[in-house]
């Protein structure tokens, strides 16, 4: 069973960077793919970058050019380094941990604010 953390958000004016942590549990945690997802209030959470056991990424086309995600498994964490902010990248950034073959991501974290100022 993985169980996940996240960590680093804030308040940043527009234009600035941030980077979030995901911190896991678990001995396995090397062979889980690992996403980003953000929901902003009063819209739905969106996906927002993966990586895979692999360490094959993907990005939603919002944040392509301007967030990296990344992970070190010696340190069971992934990152997601956020540059050039803007404000409509304001919400609350979840973690969410799946096992490899699995369909759908099962281990949720609580999520951590990120606020980007105008």
């Known amino acids: 069973q993985v169980q996940v953390v996240e960590s680093g958000g804030g308040l940043v004016q527009a234009g600035g960077s941030l980077r979030l942590s995901c911190v896991a549990s678990?001995?396995?945690?090397?062979?889980?793919?690992v996403g980003w997802f953000r929901q902003a209030p009063g819209k739905e959470r969106e996906f927002v970058a993966a990586?895979?056991?692999?360490?094959?990424?993907s990005y939603a086309d919002s944040v392509k050019g301007r967030f990296t995600i990344s992970r070190d498994n010696g340190k069971n964490t992934v990152y997601l380094q956020m540059n050039s902010l803007r404000p409509e990248d304001t919400a609350v950034y979840y973690c969410?941990?799946?096992?490899?073959?699995?369909?759908?991501?099962?281990?949720w974290g609580q999520g951590t604010q990120v606020t980007v100022s105008s």
């Open positions: 969410a941990a799946r096992s490899a073959g699995a369909a759908v991501y099962g281990h």
């Open positions: 990586v895979n056991w692999k360490e094959i990424t």
């Open positions: 678990g001995r396995t945690f090397s062979t889980y793919g």
